[in-house]
């Protein structure tokens, strides 16, 4: 499961279960649709706390998703996470696609605050902790 949702800092993107083939490529499509309005600049907030690791056809999506949206003006990314493997898959997709020296990863666990330090890395560049 997705959901795209527009905010004052950009997007805040959340992803859960098990996404396949199917619904990734929905999710690029849409996100498509969505940044036709984006603003010059913005963030991307990833709520990723009860996503499940991506099976290996839906990775190629989320690589052209990431590339998208870095294309389109994402400045910096936050993903919120709460397991190791997932940190793990997304970090080596992020080198890839070339967004990782502007994402961020925190561990909800680790992080009580999570949300706030995430908006903070997204619109002030304070690195969280």
């Known amino acids: ?6 905010k004052d800092y950009g997007y805040k993107l ?3 279960d098990i996404i396949y083939e199917d619904e990734m490529k929905q999710w690029l499509e849409e996100s498509k649709s969505k940044l036709r309005l984006a603003p010059k600049t913005f963030g991307i907030f990833v709520d990723m706390r009860a996503l499940k690791p991506l099976p290996s056809n839906s990775q190629k999506y989320m690589e052209e998703g990431q590339k998208l949206y870095k294309e389109k003006g994402m400045q910096r990314s936050v993903v919120i996470l709460a397991n190791a493997t997932l940190k793990m898959q997304f970090k ?10 502007w994402e961020r ?15 903070a890395w997204l619109k002030d560049a304070k690195e969280p902790e």
Not at 1 to 6: A, F, H, L, P, S
Not at 92 to 101: P, V
């Open 14 to 16: 959340t992803l859960s």
């Open 105 to 119: 990863y925190i561990d909800e666990q680790s992080t009580p605050n999570w949300e706030q330090a995430g908006i």
């Open 92 to 101: 080596r997709i992020a080198r890839e696609t070339g967004i990782d020296a």
């Open 1 to 6: 499961m997705y959901k795209i949702e527009t």
